[in-house]
Nanobody, 126 residues
Framework: QVQLVESGGGLVQAGGSLRLSCAASGGTFTSYAMGWFRQAPGKERNFVAG????????LYADSVKGRFTTSRDNAKRTVYLQMNSLIPEHTAGYYCAAVRLSYHLIKTVKNDYDYWGPGTQVTVSS
């Protein structure tokens, strides 16, 4: 069983940056690939970024390539999402998720993930 808690959300002006963190407890953190998803009001929860179990492989949604970067510190059991050049369309609840997955693999479908954090709100003002 893995517990995830996100932090770092908040209100930021367009063009600004935020770094989200997702701290994990329980389980063997290095056995899990991690993903970031976001969900705006009335919208589906969509894949944003993912990182493989050792951090050697990352994957991004086309809409965030070049703006967002995900990384992980396995010693701290934490995964990060650095978000730069934010725009109002990035306003959403951001969720981290874990799936037991080895090697360089990453999942992009939310139903494939086993564990979820409660989310952190990101609001970008124009």
């Amino acid at each position: 069983q893995v517990q995830l808690v996100e932090s770092g959300g908040g209100l930021v002006q367009a063009g600004g940056s935020l770094r989200l963190s997702c701290a994990a407890s329980g389980g063997t953190f290095t056995s899990y690939a991690m993903g970031w998803f976001r969900q705006a009001p009335g919208k589906e929860r969509n894949f944003v970024a993912g990182i493989s179990w050792r951090g050697s492989n990352t994957l991004y949604a086309d809409s965030v390539k070049g703006r967002f970067t995900t990384s992980r510190d396995n010693a701290k059991r934490t995964v990060y999402l650095q978000m730069n050049s934010l725009i109002p369309e990035h306003t959403a609840g951001y969720y981290c998720a874990a799936v037991r997955l080895s090697y360089h693999l990453i999942k992009t479908v939310k139903n494939d993930y086993d564990y979820w954090g409660p989310g952190t709100q990101v609001t970008v003002s124009s």
